[in-house]
């Protein structure tokens, strides 16, 4: 039996995934004591953003709707952050610039962004009550880091009956070895397309050279 993952104005969504200055600005990391590799700096920097601005921008010109989610706490003090966060003693403060999605990426008009504390949007938000109000039944879903926030929102999308798109060279992890295991485990639970594939199901100018 043949699904539709199409993603079609109306019917489908892009879900960026945590492409915030939190883990995609290195100063800014830094400075919240969010350490990464060497590895993740250089995909996030050469292949992960300007894909992601590529698959935005096409989402945009075909009418699907772009959601964005935020690691980002409903307090300054964090009150209400998951016990995992409050465990391992991680803050991201409501309104600090750790919460704001890179420049290069960022929510146009009313666009809808979504402050999480937890790995799983799904869990820890009302994304799926957003989702059903518009008419989504796709999803296509790419950003940081790829084992854990990413692949949470994958596997709990498609649990939840959407018809989930992952595209591996949006995603990145500390190391190739955490991305290609995602990629490959995510099979089982998504179409596994990459960014030119999806630009021209976008329907995308030029996508043959993205």
């Given at each position: 039996m043949?699904?539709?993952?199409?993603?079609?104005?109306?019917?489908?969504?892009?879900l960026?995934v945590?492409?915030?200055?939190?883990f995609?600005?290195?100063?800014?990391s830094?400075?919240?004591?969010f350490?990464?590799?060497?590895h993740?700096?250089?995909?996030?920097?050469d292949?992960?953003?300007p894909n992601?601005?590529?698959?935005?921008?096409?989402?945009r010109?075909?009418?699907v709707?772009?959601?964005?989610t935020?690691?980002?706490?409903?307090?300054?003090?964090?009150?209400d952050?998951?016990?995992d966060?409050k465990r391992?003693?991680f803050?991201?403060p409501?309104?600090?610039?750790?919460g704001?999605?890179?420049?290069?990426?960022?929510?146009q008009?009313?666009?809808?962004?979504?402050?999480?504390?937890?790995?799983?949007?799904f869990n820890?938000t009302?994304?799926?009550?957003?989702?059903?109000?518009?008419?989504?039944?796709?999803?296509?879903?790419?950003?940081?880091?790829s084992?854990q926030c990413?692949e949470?929102?994958?596997r709990?999308?498609?649990?939840?009956g959407?018809?989930v798109?992952?595209?591996p060279?949006a995603?990145a992890?500390k190391?190739?070895?955490?991305e290609a295991t995602t990629a490959?485990?995510?099979?089982?639970?998504?179409?596994?397309?990459?960014?030119?594939e999806?630009?021209?199901e976008?329907?995308?100018k030029?996508a043959?050279a993205?």
């Amino acid at each position: 039996m043949g699904y539709d993952f199409s993603l079609s104005a109306g019917r489908a969504a892009l879900l960026v995934v945590d492409l915030q200055r939190g883990f995609c600005d290195r100063k800014v990391s830094e400075a919240l004591g969010f350490a990464s590799s060497d590895h993740f700096w250089y995909r996030v920097d050469d292949l992960v953003l300007p894909n992601a601005g590529k698959l935005i921008k096409a989402a945009r010109e075909a009418g699907v709707e772009v959601i964005y989610t935020v690691i980002e706490a409903l307090t300054e003090d964090g009150r209400d952050r998951s016990l995992d966060h409050k465990r391992s003693d991680f803050l991201i403060p409501k309104g600090s610039p750790g919460g704001e999605v890179m420049a290069q990426v960022a929510p146009q008009g009313d666009e809808i962004v979504i402050p999480k504390t937890a790995s799983g949007i799904f869990n820890a938000t009302n994304i799926e009550y957003i989702l059903r109000n518009l008419g989504v039944e796709r999803l296509c879903v790419f950003g940081v880091y790829s084992h854990q926030c990413v692949e949470s929102a994958v596997r709990d999308a498609s649990d939840r009956g959407f018809l989930v798109t992952l595209v591996p060279d949006a995603c990145a992890a500390k190391s190739e070895e955490q991305e290609a295991t995602t990629a490959e485990g995510m099979k089982a639970y998504a179409r596994v397309a990459t960014t030119v594939e999806v630009l021209k199901e976008l329907g995308a100018k030029g996508a043959s050279a993205a």
